[in-house]
């Protein structure tokens, strides 16, 4: 079984919104979590100023068959790929759908790999991306690493 990996960028369309931005976000993540344990995928979120930087990663049907959803959701829209691949190995094996909101700029401001991501959310490179993502991939193996140390 071949893992994939596809990871987008989008626009926020403010006009399609039916709720406050937080309160859509928790009732959209709700939703995609469900989605993705039955799917198999698994991936992170994050939330850029006026975008949405998103990957994803599990078997190639059910990957794209989510970015297939995505790219109808009325509440994106200059939706943009910047990876799409098969992968070796999963970034967030036990995420369901990991998610910050970097808007206040304060992770950018102690992470120089996040500085892109507000600098010029709409142009990120596949490197920025990746370099992004593995940030917070690297962040959660360590907290789960402290939290085995500490079941001992």
Known sequence: MELYRACYRSKINWGNMRLPLPDEIDKTLLRIRRI???????????????????????????????????????????????????????????????FRDLTDGLAASKHDVLRPLLDH????????????????????QEGRLTNDMLMI
């Open 121 to 140: 959310p709409a142009d990120v490179t596949r490197e920025e991306a990746y370099r992004a993502f593995g940030h917070f991939a690297q962040e959660l």
């Open 36 to 98: 993705n344990r039955k799917a198999g995928v698994t991936g992170a979120l994050l939330l850029v100023d006026q975008h949405i930087i998103q990957v994803l990663e599990g078997l190639t049907g059910p990957v794209l068959d989510t970015v297939y959803c995505v790219m109808n959701d009325p509440r994106l829209e200059a939706i943009e790929g910047i990876i799409h691949e098969p992968a070796d190995f999963r970034l967030f094996p036990n995420s369901l759908m990991f």
